[in-house]
């Protein structure tokens, strides 16, 4: 359901997602996604100005929940500016962020 | 406070939105499943919310909001279970079009105290058949029976897989609240069934609505008319849930060579004429002075609570009361819409005075909602369903039942009933799913033999008249 690839030196975090991202499935990845963020932000100092950079890679995702749209928007608001991006999106799930309004907010391609 | 409001109505919608989303990628065949799935517990609590919503509201009968369940669910399921609402719905290979079914988005439902629990499972089935998230906003007076029946509905809908947040119900609120939400730029259509200023803000709000507003139902007996069958029915529709529904019978118009008949046949199965002057005591608590409209207070209560109400004895088990009425207007307050089991009486010279006051009658609150007809002239009755601005008439058949169909003909079952431009709503059709979805078509090439064979310069000849371009165009066809 979900693989990170983690490049530190640049902190830049990729999760790829696949199949069904129902409800029960976000509840369980949720957490695992949150605290890999955590890890991505340890290390940041002041004089370490390298701003994190976390994508989420759509490429096999079959469908997706409400949750899921809320994880991306918390993820989207825990990360800095702009530096959030939803990639690898199939047409049909573009749709799905358009129609939820969230599709420039979330950088989804 | 505007503001505390505003974040409300975008909380809300954020959510309503979000299910929209997610619903777009459900199937027919997933989206069947959840409408069945919320058919089953809303008709296996039928009985539960009937009686929530009488003990609540004190309105009508509780073993008759029982048949609104049902109607509000068997027949409405019946009726939409098979429909394609989903994808490719129709594809005619004569003309190369073939439609798409796309859901509108969230929809802002309003429901109406008469019949609260019926409306908010009508509503929601035909919301999730559709794939749009639905919002509710139950009327004050039945917020707690709304309340569980949303929770049975979307309880039975996320079990069969349903997006989060489609079904929702906006907490008791202001006045101010109501508007915003139905002016949210998130909403895609208002579904309003109530009063009159109601679906007045709906289509002040900016956003798309159907709203449907009060009726006022005449019904015609023709002299061919099986007069003891259309008093039964009669009486079986205006008492029904005690007249709550729009749709019920206002008014009965016949000509005078069957008044008798008509008179004693409505005594004999327990109706009561008041008097002259129990007429006017019974208008003054039915009718407010002011506004000239119903008094809600007696809406939905029985004959005999009303008279009590109004200082009248009438015998114990009197069904209806009826006023014999000389005119119609703000002079005769009976003659307008009035929710409860009182009706107005009027005996006519002859047929065309019976249809013209039947027009008077139509024309008072109830343009283009429904008429009703008792005879067995085929000729009266297609030339009474000519002159009637109505969506419905209905014919040898309680309008009550009738109107909302699936029990005495086959019009789509709904507890919102358009009215047409009368009404000021965009159809006369009974609402349901298929008004909830937007057909996209898709159109193959299949060109026009006669365009192209014809020489389209002759249109820039302005020398040529219209029979010359015709009858050229349509040369060897």
Known sequence: ?109 | MTEELLKKADELLEKALFAAAVFQQFDQEQTDRIVERVFKAGFNNRVKLAKMAYEETGIGMWQHKVLKNVIATQMVYDDIKNEKTVGVISHNEITGITEIAQPLGPIFAVTPVTNPTSTVLYKTLICLKTRNPILISAHRGALKSCTETVRICYEAALEAGAPDDCIQIIPAGSREFTQMIMSHPKIALILATGGTGLVKAAYSSGNPAIGVGPGNVPVFIDVSADIPFAITNIILSKTFDNGTICASEQSVIIENQIENTVIAEFEKQKCYFLTPEEIKKVERIAISPDSGTMNPLIVGQSATVIAKRAGIDIPENTRILIAKLEGVGKDYPLSVEVLAPILAFYSTKDYHEAIKLCIDLNYLGGIGHSVGIYANDEKRIMEFSQIMNAGRIVVNTPTSQGAVGGIYNLLPSSFTLGCGTGGKNITTENITARHLINIQRVCRRKPNDKFFAFDSSKYLDESLDVNTIINEYNKNH
């Open chain 1, 1 to 109: 359901m979900i693989k990170f690839e983690h490049f530190p030196e640049e902190k830049h975090l990729i999760c790829r997602f696949s199949g069904r991202l129902d409800t029960l499935i976000c509840m369980s990845i949720s957490e695992e996604i949150q605290n890999k963020l955590q890890e991505l932000k340890q290390g940041q100092s002041e004089t370490n100005l390298i701003e994190e950079k976390i994508d989420f890679d759509m490429k096999d995702v079959t469908f997706i929940s409400s949750s899921f749209i809320r994880i991306c928007l918390i993820t989207f608001k825990n990360s800095q500016k702009g530096n959030f991006a939803i990639i690898n999106c199939d047409p049909f799930l573009k749709k799905i962020f358009k129609i939820a309004g969230l599709d420039d907010l979330l950088g989804v391609s």
